[in-house]
């Protein structure tokens, strides 16, 4: 049985292998729910973006939000791998995972003070400015503190990526960036600004896009800006297209990223920008095909219209079936001889929305372990402690090798922190 997703990620006879070590043996080893990646996955899905930028002035910056888990980070970053940040909390991440913030670019619609001011400080290579407001607030606090921030203006291209309305991030009525016709305004206002260095232009159309053509529509609109900016004499350094690029959960063709980045430089090219540096904010297409999460099947549950097949990883654990009815293979770690029954994988939590897969055949028993493909990305990372559950640990895998990357939560970690009232 082939399966979707990573190519390190196969069955060896009728057991699950995660490059050279069984699933099974994992969830027994390191307890459930799991989540385990491939290292091999992870930084493969790299070297894609990688080949087709060689030879180029580029930086890949790592969407963490994506997943971002300290060793992931460190994966990333020996490799070669910039970083993409929306919170004052992943900066900490990168610092902690030894990573200079000088490979951080720093994006979301609603940095703080307090963030601005803690990225000024550790050096982050350019803020994504999102808003006309965003710039003056900046400019404030860097000067402020006799600081030069780097800008970048994140520009709505107002193009449709056609993907999940929850996560199509580049259309006039989101929230995301500066509207395209105001571009020029908001440049010229961010140079005329003190404190601000203008270095840079970005745009990010959306998440799981699996056709090409979207970008290039992006493209187009942020290199008739480049001109546009560059003819009222502030000029752009960097060109940042974002991330976005999808991944095969199930029977999506999306480009591959080598294709994609070569189609796009060749557009650059074409259009005499071929001088520019070019970045890319990737998170879903680096890590989301190298991970699975490991669960244990508690109980079968036949009934007269579903049949049951209840697990002990739950929507606090994997939350994008129950938010985005995102669909995830799920499949048995190891292989039985009895035909498969349809089951709905549902988790111990009481919400019906807690369910991971609905109408999976899967021929399995309680005690088995089953695998949720391609969770690699915005899995782990939107966990959550709902019903005072811990999270998850985490495993990497590198050839038959397994470091514990993350331990499991215990009951006394969620509650640290909470206080009593005093006692009449
Ligand atoms: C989330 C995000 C990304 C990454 O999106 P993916 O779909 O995971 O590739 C890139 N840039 C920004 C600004 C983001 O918010």
Request: proline fraction near 4%; charge should be negative.
């Amino acid at each position: 049985m082939t399966l979707p997703g990573s190519p390190h990620i196969a069955y060896r006879d009728d057991d699950l292998f995660i490059e050279g070590c069984s699933v099974a043996e994992l969830g027994q080893r390191f307890g459930t729910p799991l989540y385990v990646y491939s290292r091999a996955s992870l930084l493969g899905a790299l070297a894609a973006y990688q080949r087709a930028l060689k030879g180029r002035d580029h930086l890949i910056c790592y969407a963490m939000k994506a997943n971002s888990t300290l060793a992931v980070l460190q994966t990333f970053a020996q490799a070669g791998c910039g970083f993409d940040i929306v919170s004052g909390g992943e900066l900490e991440r990168v610092l902690a995972a030894g990573i200079e913030a000088s490979l951080v670019v720093f994006s979301g619609v609603g940095k703080t003070r307090a963030e601005m001011r803690r990225a000024l400080e550790a050096g982050v290579m350019c803020f994504n400015v999102e808003s006309e407001a965003e710039l003056e607030v900046l400019s404030r606090v860097a000067s402020e503190l006799h600081k030069t921030a780097r800008v970048s203006l994140r520009v709505n291209p107002d193009v449709d990526a056609g993907t999940h309305p929850y996560i199509s991030t580049g259309l006039k009525g989101n929230k995301f960036g500066v509207a395209h016709e105001r571009a020029l305004a908001c440049y010229q206002r961010a140079a005329s600004l003190p404190g601000l260095q203008v270095v840079g232009i970005d745009c990010h159309i959306g998440s799981q896009i699996t056709d090409t053509g979207p970008y290039l529509d992006a493209l187009d609109r942020m290199l008739d800006l480049i001109e546009q900016v560059e003819a009222a004499g502030i000029p752009i350094h960097h060109l940042d297209l974002g991330g976005g690029l999808g991944i095969t959960y199930t029977d999506e063709t999306p480009p591959s990223a080598e294709l994609l980045v070569k189609g796009l430089l060749a557009r650059i090219d074409a259009r005499g920008h071929g001088h520019r540096k070019i970045m890319f904010e990737p998170g879903r297409s680096l890590v989301g095909n190298g991970g699975v999460l490991v669960s244990e099947v508690l109980y079968l549950k036949p009934g007269a219209e579903k049949n049951f097949c209840i697990v002990d990883a739950a929507m606090n654990d994997l939350m994008r079936p129950a938010m985005y009815e995102a669909w995830m293979k799920i499949v048995a770690c190891q292989l039985r001889p009895e035909a498969p029954t349809n089951f709905d994988v549902v988790g111990p939590i009481c919400e019906s929305g807690d369910w991971l897969g609905r109408d999976r055949p899967l021929a399995v028993q309680a005690g088995d372990f089953v695998a949720v493909l391609s969770a690699g990305a915005y899995s782990m990372s939107m966990a959550s402690n709902y019903n005072t559950r811990g999270r998850a640990a985490e495993v990497m895998v590198s050839g038959d090798q397994a470091w514990l990357i993350r331990d499991r939560e215990e009951a006394a970690d969620l509650f640290r922190g909470e206080h009593l009232l005093p006692r009449r």
